[in-house]
């Protein structure tokens, strides 16, 4: 079955995890916090890039220069840009598994007293393309800073941290941990997402990987030393295994999927 999302894939998204807030309340609370040993100390000797998301307005309110390091773009290019940025860069399959964790954690955090929510850490790695157009696996820290009166996350902070050279794999890992002081993070969630096996052959994937390429069924005849009509067959045959509408829908599926 495909995996597409949509810009109301990504509203409903960014819906899930919104919330309401005084304006003065939350810019208040934010400068006090750059401001505080907590935040100083997490940015000492790090090389994490650091965002902090205001739910109620789904506006960054803080975006360290070290995002430019991780993805290529400058804070002001990921404040203009808010959320979609991320979404626009997030692998395709991450972004609907993300989606289908967080449904997960809110559900898991109302279970939680005001006290252990502050004390929560959601995380998850996910693939991302750079500006440039090279692919980072990277990980996710997101803690809460602060709840609304209706005791939902209010204000977060992501902390990203490159893993590339550490996990290249397709599985997307996620938890959800609350710290437990002299004990350390005690995981209550702790799941993970793999790819679809591809149902294909490997004669199969050779001609859908030159159908994505662009050369038409005469040219992949030639380049595979096949008849047309076997070429036909052949993506008759694919688009029966995919469930695919089309070629193009096939052809996305694929890359979707990474099984080319």
């Not at 505080?36 to 309110?61: C, E, G």
């Not at 959601?122 to 980072?136: E, I, L, M, N």
């Amino acid at each position: 079955m495909e995996t597409t999302i949509n810009n109301i894939d990504h509203e409903n998204l960014i819906r899930i995890t919104q919330t309401d807030a005084d304006p003065v309340e939350v810019q208040s609370f934010i400068d006090s916090f750059l401001l505080s040993p907590q935040f100083q100390r997490l940015q000492v000797f790090s090389n994490q890039a650091i965002r902090i998301l205001d739910t109620s307005t789904m506006k960054y309110l803080y975006i360290s220069e070290s995002n430019y390091d991780l993805t290529g773009y400058s804070p002001q290019e990921i404040g203009v840009g808010g959320l979609k940025i991320a979404y626009k860069i997030m692998h395709l399959v991450d972004t609907v598994r993300l989606f289908k964790a967080t449904l997960k954690v809110k559900s898991l955090l109302k279970k939680l007293t005001p006290e252990e929510k502050m004390r929560a850490r959601f995380s998850f790695d996910a693939r991302f393309t750079c500006k440039d157009g090279t692919r980072k696996k990277v990980l996710q820290n997101c803690h809460i800073l602060k709840l609304n009166q209706s005791g939902d996350p209010l204000i977060l902070l992501f902390a990203s941290t490159d893993i590339s050279d550490y996990k290249s794999d397709t599985r997307m890992n996620y938890s959800l941990s609350v710290y437990e002081p002299g004990v350390g993070f005690n995981t209550i969630l702790k799941d993970s997402f793999t790819e679809e096996e591809c149902p294909l052959s490997t004669r199969e994937l050779e001609v859908l990987s030159q159908t994505a390429s662009g050369y038409s069924t005469k040219e992949i005849a030639d380049k595979l030393t096949l008849s047309l009509e076997t070429v036909k067959t052949h993506r008759r045959n694919m688009l029966q295994k995919v469930r695919a509408k089309n070629t193009v829908e096939m052809v996305r599926m694929a890359i979707a999927n990474n099984w080319i």
